[in-house]
Each structure stands twice: as structure tokens, then as C-alpha cells.
């Protein structure tokens, strides 16, 4: 017959007695750390502990998952390397028609090669995307301070000087000193501010603001425009690859840029959602961890 | 002169094991090399799997497998060591305090 031990308010216990009693606790408990454990006894049952199991599973699905992203990665970068190629010759070949040979092809002709030469500047505009989703994955980070005002004049201006004709009020707050890499940080915030530019731009008074605001003792970093916004339904969907909410001849986009932007702040520890309105705007607004 | 069939019980190891599982396995190989040669002849090597012999665990307040009981047949001193019994040391260590 089985008699559950007597439990006893023993108070007689000597210190000897006690510390021994500690000891062999840490020994277990140190054996339980060090995974040297089958078994615990409770409830008059025989739990099995499979850690060491459960771990060797983990890190062989781990380094699979990592073989398979590592294979990815190449399989994009090489297929959007080797696409780049025939397009340049492409590309090089239409402008050539339309420089040397624009007198000798009719009206019909020469907007089929218009076309021609549209379709293949988007093409390698998505395929730079591509690439660069590519490199943000496999890039090492490289954080230090970083100077967000200085990287958004540099894109803001160059918006500017791509678009000329475009008249669009940008407000950039001071200060927005982060700790990350600058090299990822110039991407995330080319196209971020690149959308804004983008959605904003049926607009007649469009305004971009860039800035950050206080958020329970941390700094919350935005970009706001009055573009087109979206439905707050769809913002669960929005930093998908390849995801678009407009139409491609409203807002012509690879629907990559979101995603890298996700990628970038994820893997500097932030994060990043975004709040829109149909018509009334959209802000997007990220999180950096600061330098511990 | 040693007598090689001279034997004399110094210690009891006692080795609590969960059926055929790794540590247990182990702590059985390694309580093995800790009691051969010389030693084999001080030591008693009781095996005591606690899913065949769960009753067994109560007297014992045996918690967790596998765990190693060392004890003396005048049951003057007691040790318990716990896991897989690689850290061979510290229980040679204990057996040579007690000798």
C-alpha cells in the first residue's frame, strides 16, 4: 500500500541539515537547467521531460527555415540580377529608336515605342526594389547614431528635382537623431517618404510631415501626408511583398517598398504600423530602440 | 597483498531511471565507470527503474530521474547527486571524503 509521505512542520531541523537540503535542491535544479533530466515525479505520475528532444527539433526546423530564406535570397537576387541585364540592353535599345530613329517610324510606331519604354523603366524600377528587399535581408547591421533630418532633406530633395513640377509642402521636425543604420535607414526612409510623395500627389496642397512624438517616455517617429490614405481594414495587409491597395496606373509601384520598410525597422527591434483615411491622408509611424 | 576476490561493501548507489530514456541510459554508463576497477569492489550498483517500480520513489522522496543515492550500509552518511552523472567529480570526490 502507498502512503503518501506525511508532511510535518519540522522545526527541529539543524542548519547543517538545512543548507544540505538547499544544496541538493540547486543540484537539481541545476541538472533540470543542463537538460540532464528524463523524468519528474509528481501526483503519483511520471511526467517525461523531453527538452533535449524538443531542442535538437527546434534547431534542426531553425536551420531549415534558415536554408530555405538563405536560398530564397539568392534565388531573388540572382533571378533579378540576371534579369537587369537583358533589360539595360532593352532599355538601351528603345532609347536609341527614339533618338536616332523617331523621323523614320509613323505616329502609331512611335507610341508603341513610348510604351515599350515606359513598361521597361517600371520593370527595372521593380526589379531595384526587388534587389534591394534582397540586400535588406542579408544585410548586417551596422547601427550607429544617425541623422534622420539629413536623410530626409537628401530624399526630399531628390523628389524634388525628379518631380519639379510637383508643388508639395514638407515639414521636418528637429532632432530626429536615431540609433540604427544609416544605410537601412536611408532605404526605410526613401520609401517612406517616396509613398507620401507618391499618394499625395493628386493633391493640389500636398504636405508631408516628418516627425516624432512622445509615446510613453519613448520616442515615436512619423511621416504623415494628406494623400489618398487607405481603409483601416487593409492595414493589416499593407507591408505585405507585392501587396498594392491602388490601382498600378493611379500610383504605379512594385508593392515591394512597404515590406522592406517593415523589414528594416523589425530587424533594428521597432516597429511599425500605419493609420489612414480614405482621401483624408495616411501616417505611418515606427519605433527605434535607443542605443542601451 | 591485494586479494582480488576480496570484497568489502563501502557504498550502496542507488540509480533512480525513467525506463530507456537518454539520461537515464547514460547515468547507468557513467555510474558504471565510476565504480570499476578498484572501486568495484567497495561499491553495490542497485538499479531501480521507476516505471516498472514506481513504489519504490516514496521511500525515497525521489523526485526527478535520473538521481544516484550513495549511501552506507551503516547508513551513517547519505548523498544524492541528480542527472546524467557526467560530472563525475563531484561523487568521486564524495567517495573519497567518505573513505
Not at chain 1, 35 to 47: M, P, T, Y
Not at chain 1, 273 to 289: C, H, I, N, R
Not at chain 2, 26 to 51: K, P, T
Request: negative net charge; proline residues 3%; hydrophobic residues 40%.
Amino acid at each position: 500500500v502507498i502512503k503518501n509521505p506525511v508532511i510535518k512542520n519540522d522545526r527541529s531541523v539543524t542548519k547543517s541539515e538545512l543548507i544540505r537540503r538547499l544544496d541538493e535542491a540547486e543540484a537539481m535544479v541545476e541538472s533540470l537547467r543542463k537538460n540532464e533530466i528524463d523524468a519528474i515525479i509528481g501526483e503519483k505520475k511520471v511526467s517525461f521531460v523531453r527538452w533535449r528532444e524538443v531542442e535538437e527539433q527546434l534547431i534542426i526546423a531553425r536551420k531549415i527555415a534558415e536554408d530555405r530564406a538563405s536560398e530564397l535570397e539568392d534565388f531573388s537576387y540572382s533571378i533579378s540580377h540576371d534579369l537587369r541585364g537583358p533589360l539595360t540592353v532593352i532599355k538601351l535599345c528603345v532609347e536609341l529608336l527614339i533618338d536616332d530613329y523617331s523621323d523614320k517610324i509613323d505616329s502609331t510606331g512611335q507610341d508603341y515605342v513610348r510604351r515599350i519604354n515606359s513598361s521597361t523603366n517600371k520593370m527595372i524600377d521593380h526589379i531595384n526594389h526587388i534587389l534591394n528587399l534582397s540586400k535588406v535581408i542579408s544585410h548586417e547591421l551596422q547601427k550607429k547614431d544617425t541623422d534622420l533630418n539629413a536623410i530626409v532633406l537628401r530624399t526630399v530633395s531628390e523628389l524634388r528635382q525628379s518631380d519639379p513640377d510637383r508643388k508639395v509642402k514638407v515639414h521636418i521636425h528637429k532632432d530626429l537623431t536615431v540609433y540604427g543604420d544609416e544605410k537601412l535607414l536611408e532605404i526605410a526612409m526613401n520609401n517612406l517618404i517616396g509613398n507620401a510623395w507618391k499618394f499625395s500627389s493628386k493633391n493640389n496642397q500636398a504636405e508631408i510631415e516628418v516627425g516624432k512624438i512622445d509615446q510613453n517616455g519613448n520616442p515615436l517617429y512619423f511621416v504623415r501626408d494628406n494623400g489618398v490614405g487607405f481603409n483601416m481594414n487593409q492595414s493589416k495587409v499593407l507591408f505585405n511583398s507585392f501587396k498594392r491597395l491602388h490601382p498600378d496606373h493611379m500610383f504605379p509601384g512594385s508593392g515591394v517598398g512597404l515590406s522592406i520598410i517593415k523589414r528594416v525597422i523589425n530587424i533594428h527591434g521597432g516597429e511599425i504600423w500605419a493609420e489612414g483615411e480614405p482621401d483624408k491622408g495616411a501616417t505611418f509611424y515606427f519605433s527605434l530602440p535607443s542605443r542601451i | 597483498m591485494e586479494n582480488a576476490g576480496f570484497r568489502i561493501e563501502k557504498f550502496i548507489m542507488k540509480l533512480f531511471i525513467a525506463g530507456k530514456e537518454p539520461n537515464s541510459n547514460m547515468a547507468y554508463h557513467n555510474l558504471q565507470e565510476i565504480c570499476s576497477g578498484e572501486r568495484g569492489r567497495i561499491c553495490r550498483i542497485e538499479v531501480v527503474d521507476v516505471l516498472e517500480n514506481f513504489e519504490e520513489v516514496f521511500g525515497e522522496k525521489i523526485v526527478v530521474m535520473p538521481t544516484l543515492i550513495i549511501e552506507t550500509p551503516d547508513l551513517k552518511s547519505k548523498a544524492r547527486f541528480f542527472g546524467n552523472l557526467e560530472e563525475k567529480k563531484e561523487i568521486l570526490r564524495y567517495l573519497n571524503g567518505i573513505q
